[in-house]
């Protein structure tokens, strides 16, 4: 599966943005998806992840209640709202995919083996 990631960019403290993730060569609702950021000098986190199903999903602690993952099956396309964001948000954010059960969700990247290329979110005023 070939995945794209887009709609980053420049944003003030507490906007939003909707990031997506496009699969294309595989439908990606039979692979788990997680979006993962790295941050200038910092290790690639775990962000959110979502399951086969949209059954489950997990959040890191630093961005519950901010982010939202969802899956569009139609456009075969899984999609991360990043509300009330801080500068600390600022980073590249990357998707991954892996094939999984139908309700595993994971935020190690470690056990992702697809990649898109990243894109650049940047929260400052």
């Known amino acids: 599966v070939q995945l794209v990631e887009s709609g980053g960019g420049l944003v003030q403290p507490g906007g939003s943005l909707r990031l997506s993730c496009a699969a294309s060569e595989a439908t990606l609702n039979n692979f788990g998806v997680g979006w993962f950021r790295q941050a200038p000098g910092k290790e690639r986190e775990g962000v959110s992840c979502?399951?086969?199903?949209?059954?489950?999903?997990d959040y890191a602690n630093s961005v519950k209640d901010r982010f939202t993952i969802s899956r569009d099956n139609a456009k075969n396309t899984v999609h991360l709202q990043v509300n009330s964001l801080k500068p600390e948000d600022t980073a590249i954010y990357y998707c991954?995919?892996?094939?999984?059960?139908?309700?595993?969700?994971?935020?190690?990247?470690?056990?992702?083996?697809?990649w898109g290329p990243g894109t650049l979110v940047t929260v400052s005023s």
């Open positions: 979502i399951s086969r199903l949209a059954s489950n999903t």
């Open positions: 991954a995919a892996r094939q999984s059960s139908y309700y595993d969700c994971s935020l190690s990247s470690g056990h992702y083996d697809n």
